[in-house]
């Protein structure tokens, strides 16, 4: 994984991804946001399984690599990528997955190296299909994103995930 962070792909994340923004709830906890460039965005082997009915999935994780205790909520911010780290057209959808159930917005507390879950999935029958070759993982829908590897058909571009979660979602 890497942190990639231009003028192109900043304005690539909000435009391509702009469905896929997060949401904030209102911040009432006494324990501090956290600041963009300390949650690092990946995908897991964990939730791998998830195939069936030409739908596909996979876990993200969000990891507080900060030195403090902070909060967030929301969905993350989600850009798909060619092999050559051009934009391709995105669409992202917020609730439950194929996979699994949304917990809905709600305030996640992360200690330092403590992570966060959000379920991922997309379909790939071949319609209109844009072949990824990497993902961008904004974890609050800011400009600071990580980009990692996704070499994957996704039909139309369109993505849908869960919102992130301490917990890892349940998948079927």
């Keep these: 994984m890497r ?14 991804a702009g469905a896929g923004v997060a949401t904030a709830a209102t911040h009432t906890s006494t324990v501090p946001l ?13 939730g791998t399984h998830q195939e069936g009915m030409n739908h596909q999935g996979t876990l993200m994780r969000l990891t507080n690599s900060g030195k403090t205790t902070c909060t967030f909520s929301g969905y993350a911010g989600l850009a798909l990528e060619t092999s050559q780290h051009a934009a391709l057209q995105t669409t992202v959808t917020h609730g439950s997955t194929y996979f699994a159930a949304d917990p809905g917005v709600h305030t996640v ?8 879950w959000a379920d991922l999935a997309w379909t790939h029958i071949g319609e209109n299909t844009a072949n990824a070759g990497y993902l961008q993982i904004s ?19 369109a993505l849908t995930e ?6 890892k979602p349940e998948v079927s």
Excluded at 109 to 116: D, E, I, N, R, V
Excluded at 162 to 167: G, N
Aim: aromatic share 4%.
């Design 139 to 157: 974890p609050t829908g800011s400009n600071s994103h990580a980009t990692v590897a996704f070499a994957q058909p996704v039909d139309n571009g």
């Design 3 to 16: 942190l990639l962070m231009t003028a192109a792909a900043a304005a690539s994340a909000v435009v391509l």
């Design 109 to 116: 507390t992360l200690k330092p190296g403590a992570s966060a």
């Design 34 to 46: 956290c600041q963009p460039g300390t949650l690092v965005g990946s995908l897991t082997t964990d």
């Design 162 to 167: 869960t919102a992130w979660s301490s917990t």
